[in-house]
């Protein structure tokens, strides 16, 4: 190992420490040596010393910096700024700071431990507590920046996140987006929070160019900053402390078929007679699947009026080739039928204010509403009795758990956690078959689990289908790996997509891992008329025929899920995961690989024609056979409603069992 070397200089004096992994203490007073630079073979911190600021410097170029004024802190309703360095010791890879704030008495203490691939910082406060530390990032420094997961608001997903802007107060494990405290940048740098306390992250808020990182809580702000040599591997750096599954949750003909949920197609009006007329048209149409899930639970006050035989019902998908599914969740609203038993015996999670009342928020329908508290293991046992009873005597084959499972605004049981509820919750759907419908949930415990995982509601249009692309993307490059748009030609109550935007959506859906269905294109009722919305027959032809795609690309698929297994790379992702090298794959937003030999490029919006970046290879066009060679962007390229764009990369491992299933000839209506 190198000795510690220390260069004093005056004026534009530095200190330059090498990162041996071992050494004893070295001071080096701030204000007499000016910046701090630590080197590993890597890369460089710099640490500038008259306003506390942090600068990663690889082969000679900056690939992430702080903002000017980086480091804030809130104590009441008041922000405060960190200033100077005052003093700074050194021992071994660890870098102690200490530096003044704009309260007198109130200092900064920052610790710094490097590492080959990343360093750790941790800071606090001394001589006050803090309610928030804030930690702000320049963007441009960085290139562009991806990961967070899901953004709180659904109608929109930027790709990457600094093309628009992200404002996510409510941060947290408990949310109800599927997120991670995990971001990282083209610059192949990566930034991870510890901490399971709610955070506010802002993305170019206002078109700020900040990325600003908020803990709440008295906690120190802990963090890890990756510093690799592609965006993949920042990924996977994230991947080694979260988990990778060991298992799919989900089954091969999962995979392979749609599953089709109520929801979009009748909202309000779930009865088991529509329920069966809708997939007797289904079934009519040849429109294939493995499960018709009703979006209804049955603590609904008026389940039994509604749907009056459940088991019958479960025969008859089961004649139509359906298994039967349910919507669950922990939200218990005042009008369920059995909202007196969950208070009276203490079930719901209680009001922080009044520990003997049920903590109460309103629902997304207005609803006065508690959260079933699965940290209390009566409560637990009682809510897990009740989805037994269903599987075991109302014939109900597996469920879509659609739930946070904690709330902030409520108290948790004691001596539990936010982590503990994700745990838990985890663990008691696990229990269950999810049909493919898979598990919404937030922060760093479903990774390892191999639930699938569906992404949120969408708007009914192209603009909707296009951020549940992005979102696929986002939530998948966290480390959720078996991913699916949430309701193919979306819902969100909107009117009922177009022709176009439903067979575009169900072509983009059929070249993704799992394909989740709901709106028939042999007509849905429109939510917000009530009238009914018709689809001509070439509609249900091409539904048809993206089924018939994805179910001959299942085996494909399913080589994907279990190579992932073993590596924890997303089955779905950016362009760049597979291509580093090429900078346009960067800002694609309408592409992605399935897997490391398909290329995706449907058409996401009006039109008959888009344009195709096809990266560094050698390309067989699946529409007409051509070998295209790359990098090379196909301008005007032909895709009317009949055709989905999609490239087989030659060179890669499966390329030749992907190119048979999507080139396949064969007549399909």
Known sequence: MPAVTRTVRRGSAALVLAAPLLGTASPATAAETGPITLATPGYELRVTTDRLALTTVRAGRTVLATAPAAFRFRIGADWHIVREVTGSTRDGNTLRVTAATDLPGVTVDLRITLRSDRYDMNWSLSGAQADALSTAYDLNSAGHWYGHGENSDQTVQPWPLDSGQLVDTGFSPASYQVVAPFWYTSSATGLRAHTNDPMDVRINSGGNGLGEFTVTGDRPAASTVFVEDTPAEVYRDHITLVGKPERSDTSYEQYATPLWNSWAQL???????????????????????????????????????????????????????????????????????????????????????????????TWWNGRQTGLIDLANPAARQWYTDDLRAQTGELGVAGFKFDTAFFDDRCAPYPRATRADYVKNGTELADEFDQQGAGLRVAWNAAQSKGFATRTADKPTTFAGLRAAVSANLAVSTIGYLFVETDMIGGSLSYPPPTKEVLARWAQAASLMPLMYASTSPTGVRDATTGEWVGYDRETVELYRDAIATHERLAPYIWDQVQSTLKTGDPIMRPLFFDFPKDEASYTVTDQWMLGPAVLAAPKLDEGSTRDVFLPTGTWRDVANGKVVRGPVTLKGYAAPLGVTPAFVNLKAKGASKAYQALAYTGAER
């Not at 009056?308 to 080739?321: C, N, Q, T």
Request: hydrophobic share 40%; aromatic share 10%.
């Open 267 to 361: 909202y309000g009006e779930q009865t088991q007679e529509n329920i069966l007329d809708w997939a007797r048209a289904l079934a009519g149409a040849g429109l294939r699947g493995h499960a018709v899930q009703i979006e209804e639970s049955v603590i609904a006050a008026d389940f039994g009026e509604r749907f009056p035989d459940l088991p019958a019902l479960s025969e008859e998908l089961g004649r139509l080739g359906f298994d039967l599914g349910m919507w669950t969740g922990l939200y218990m609203p005042e009008t369920a039928a059995n909202f007196s038993e969950a208070v009276d015996n203490g079930y719901l999670l209680k009001d922080p204010s009044d520990p003997s009342k049920p903590c109460l928020f």
